[in-house]
């Protein structure tokens, strides 16, 4: 009975559905984009230690005192700008439930992240959709401007494309209302737009530790904005989104910046043998500044992701409407990428 | 600049303050309600098990399937009818958003958990209270009955009253709509409401892992409801709310029950002494079935409060329109129970 009493904007709506997540270990996964390699060694130094009794009866910092100190050392910025979250996408609902309201707007660019969409309908918001031109750069002018949030993700999902700051700056200003950049594959990407928070005022930078930091299973996420915004996103976000254990591994992790910054030398590298061998199979492959490719083919390429799978190997199937369809392959060891380019010289 | 763009509903709202947590370990913590003890050691193996990098690295179980089989056999439930949760606060935001829609209407008993109105305020709805009886009863008839969502913590705090199941019931069925049985102190009491589930057809049940399974700093807790309701749920929720460790740690700690047999014993025992000591200084308890106790004196309650804390004892002071205030005492080990009623004694 209570399912009478759903929103009608739920009820309708089909659900995120994230990427396949399987239990099975001899499948190679390059489905979700997480990172292949481990974590720092100081990330299960500082789990192992806050694993104490007390730590774990007690209720953590709600605020993330440590971690927001840690951050504004090695990133140089205000640790006052910066919100804790229990993974992005417990940001990006913070930033829809501060800033749009039931029947509000809620615009992305599209082929892009199809969560946006669902935060749009849980909310009982519009979501609209801006096409990228086909060298995936956003319209001149940018055409929405009366939106209660842009979300701008740079790098971009599925494509990997990024624009430089001068670009976003440009871009943000042109939107006017709460701009969003999503980098939650910043670290990988050539420039990132961590300067403007402060100097152009509608924008607020978001992060993961899912991807760089190789903290998916931990969720931990976090934004940037001037502090006076970040005063209000408080007031919306659960006063404990984030747990002591997690809190550890995203401090140690931000403050071992030489151990991440030798992973995101292997993974480029990995990209351009990933991206030359795809080519090689005729594979036409948007450059990618993320740690994943957008790859099609002159043939169907449904049955190649099938075919894939079958062999052991997920990667990520995407129809979007008004586009069309496409492989994002995430960069994995260099191991996994020369099993991917074996299996694919069999199939395609 | 988004300033200017955050709703209206929020821009207003105080925020909801949390108490205080005091990094001093000298201080006896009595304000929060978390267990004086640690968890389980199961609970350690199971997160030191999990303490890997491919663990680490990947996205955890979006529904967490062996938190559900397990809470399931412990539960006697189905495991189609559990929700995992960041914490309990986590599962009654994903609550609200599903149910209640802007300028809707959120009802509670009252004096009760203050963050019921914070959700309403996030959510843009309406918050009615409806007072207790002086004995902590709910009025008969119950008087709100288009709610969108009616929290019905039991046992309630800050007073440790509970009702019994056929109460509880009776009470379901005169509200109507969904009807949310707030039972994060559930484990503590008498009587619980879980056998109500599927039973009267609008009740929904959350459970936290921060009193009674003494992990509030890993933000663990669940609902209980109809599968299709829950499937409702899932749409809201973020696709991974939990991550990889506190499923570990929650997973481990619901399995051992003879351990936290145990601990409730102890607290129980400390309650009754707690509660006796109070009376002989003059405090009026209300007899409680949870893991804390509310008194007041003749004396005022401010001025001891801060006095206690001035003697690094952390209570909670509180005080309720229309019902006026009162104190609110964790029950901690019987060492902190003497210390406490040492300090009284010279205080009041």
């Not at 910092?61 to 700008?81: E, K, N």
């Not at 669902?118 to 009366?146: C, H, Y």
């Not at 001037?226 to 404990?240: G, M």
Request: charged letters at 25%.
């Amino acid at each position: 009975m209570p399912l009478s009493h759903v929103r009608d904007s739920i009820h309708q709506m089909a659900g995120y559905v994230p990427g396949e997540q399987l239990n099975d270990p001899s499948v190679v996964k390059l489905n979700t984009n997480e990172n292949p390699y481990p974590p720092s060694p100081r990330v299960f130094e500082a789990v192992r230690a806050a694993l104490t009794g007390d730590r774990l009866r007690k209720y953590p910092s709600p605020m993330g005192d440590s971690f927001r100190q840690a951050a504004g050392r090695v990133l140089d910025i205000d640790p006052d700008s910066i919100l804790i979250g229990n993974g992005s996408d417990d940001i990006l609902t913070i930033l829809t439930r501060t800033f749009v309201p039931e029947r509000g707007k809620i615009v992305s660019p599209t082929p892009s992240y199809i969560l946006y969409r669902s935060l749009a309908e849980i909310q009982g918001a519009n979501f609209e959709m801006v096409p990228f031109t086909p060298e995936w750069m956003p319209p001149k002018p940018w055409p929405i401007r009366d939106a209660n949030i842009t979300f701008f993700p740079n790098p971009n999902s599925p494509s990997g494309t990024a624009l430089r700051a001068a670009e976003l700056e440009r871009l943000a200003r042109e939107v006017g209302g709460p701009f969003v950049l999503d980098e939650a594959y910043g670290d990988f990407a050539e420039e990132n737009g961590l300067k403007l928070v402060g100097k152009v005022p509608n924008v607020i930078i978001t992060r993961s530790f899912s991807k760089f930091y190789a903290l998916a299973g931990i969720r931990f996420g976090f934004a940037v904005a001037d502090p006076p915004v970040v005063h209000e996103l408080l007031k919306v976000k659960d006063s404990y989104n984030c747990d002591v254990l997690s809190l550890a591994a995203a401090t140690a992790a931000i403050e071992d910046q030489d151990y991440y910054a030798d992973l995101r030398s292997r993974i480029l590298a990995s990209r351009g043998r990933l991206t030359v061998g795809l080519t090689e199979l005729g594979f036409r492959v948007t450059p990618s500044q993320a740690n994943f490719v957008w790859c099609r083919h002159e043939k169907p390429l449904k049955p190649i992701y099938e075919s894939l799978k079958e062999r052991k190997i997920l990667i990520r199937y995407m129809n979007y409407t008004g586009y069309g369809d496409g492989l994002r392959i995430t960069v994995g060891t260099p191991a996994e990428v020369d099993r991917l380019l074996m299996e694919l010289r069999k199939v395609v």
